[in-house]
Each structure stands twice: as C-alpha cells, then as structure tokens.
C-alpha cells in the first residue's frame, strides 16, 4: 500500500499566500506590470521564499489556474446519473447551477483573469472545459444530427462561445443575477434559442 506524503502545513500556507496576493494584484492591473517582489511584499513572504515554491510569476500564475480548472472541470463535468434528469419540469440542471456557484466562491479569481487581464492559458482552459460540457450534453439531448437546425460541431462553437461570453459578463456586473437564474436563463437559451415563438413565423401569418 502506498503511503501519500503529505505536505507541510507551513508549506501550503505560504503558498496559499502567494496565489492570493497574485490573484489580488491582478484584479487591480496587468500581470505584466506585476513583479514578484510585488507578490512577495503582498504575501508577507520574502523574495528569497518565493523561489522555494514557484519558478518565477508565471508558474505560480499557472499553477493557481491549474487548480481552478481541475476543481471546474471536477464539478460541472456531466456524469452518467445526469442522464435521467427531467428537463420538463422547468428547473435548471444541476451542472448549470454548479457552473456559475464555481465561478461565485472563486469571483476574484475569475475576475482577475477574465476581466482586469484575459489570460490566454486560462481562456483556453475554461473554454475546453465548457466545451466537453456542452458537446456532452448536447450529444446526448439530441443524437440525431437530422434534429439539429445546423451542422453539430457549428452548435457546438456557437453556444460554447456563447456560454464564455455571458460568464464574462455576469462577472463583469458583480453578479447581477443568481446562480440560479443564470443556470435557468442559460440553459433556456441553449435548448430554445431566444425566442418563445419564432418572430419570422409570427410576421408572415399577419401578412
């Protein structure tokens, strides 16, 4: 049987301290303007203990990314029981509602890399992460492509972009909504489009 080491406490501690002064530093300017002499002063931490933990800025930037995604993807990933959920009782699924609690409990995070700077490595992270999330639950609400008003993989790139941007901005206005009213509205719009009755139908019958 295999024994887990086990970190030291004091360990994860300055490193916690690290990725939270990292983290408040970039809501307030660019990571590019950001030292790690900035980090460390933030941190309480000297330079010198920096280096024991990190490389430089970038792999301590890369290593909190790391651990958000792994925590997002963990939570919101769709698993074989969602399978059986009813998505006729006018309730959003589970995995909508978990996708913008994940964003809530980490708002400064997402904030900073989304919003006060667009981070390349975590853009592209988060938007692989929702795009299994989408593709999976589209795959599995209509597997007839004969059922689909475009071609799937277009769908898919449409509502995924389409998923980012809206988190971006539901974080851009301190959360206007709740989570459950943006899990509801967003799965609305993934499902039923925009529109209750389809406007071009509705016109020409007036004609």
């Known amino acids: 049987m295999e024994r887990q080491t086990?970190?030291?406490?004091?360990?994860?501690?300055?490193?916690?301290?690290?990725?939270?002064?990292?983290?408040?530093?970039?809501?307030?300017?660019?990571?590019?303007h950001i030292t790690v002499q900035d980090i460390s002063d933030h941190a309480t931490?000297?330079?010198?203990?920096f280096y024991?933990?990190?490389?430089?800025?970038?792999?301590?930037?890369?290593?909190?990314?790391d651990t958000v995604l792994d925590e997002f993807?963990?939570?919101?990933?769709?698993?074989?029981?969602?399978?059986?959920?009813?998505y006729t009782i006018g309730k959003p699924h589970p995995n909508f509602i978990q996708m913008f609690h994940q964003i809530a409990i980490h708002f400064h995070f997402y904030r900073a890399l989304l919003v006060t700077n667009r981070i390349p490595y975590f853009t592209q992270g988060l938007m692989a992460v929702i795009h299994e999330f989408v593709?999976?639950?589209i795959n599995r609400t209509e597997p007839d492509d004969n059922n689909l008003t475009a071609r799937r993989e277009i769908i898919i790139k449409y509502v995924e972009s389409a998923f980012l941007e809206v988190i971006i901005w539901w974080i851009e206005q301190n959360?206007?909504?709740?989570?459950?009213e943006m899990a509801s509205q967003l799965m609305d719009l993934s499902i039923q489009g925009p529109y209750i009755r389809n406007p071009v139908l509705e016109a020409k019958k007036e004609q």
């Open 6 to 32: 086990r970190q030291d406490p004091r360990v994860m501690r300055t490193k916690r301290l690290l990725r939270d002064a990292l983290i408040r530093l970039m809501e307030e300017r660019e990571f590019d």
């Open 45 to 49: 931490v000297k330079r010198a203990t």
């Open 52 to 65: 024991l933990h990190f490389k430089d800025k970038v792999d301590l930037l890369e290593s909190c990314i």
């Open 73 to 86: 993807e963990r939570e919101v990933s769709i698993r074989h029981e969602d399978e059986k959920f009813d």
């Open 135 to 137: 593709s999976t639950g």
């Open 175 to 180: 959360m206007p909504y709740s989570e459950e």
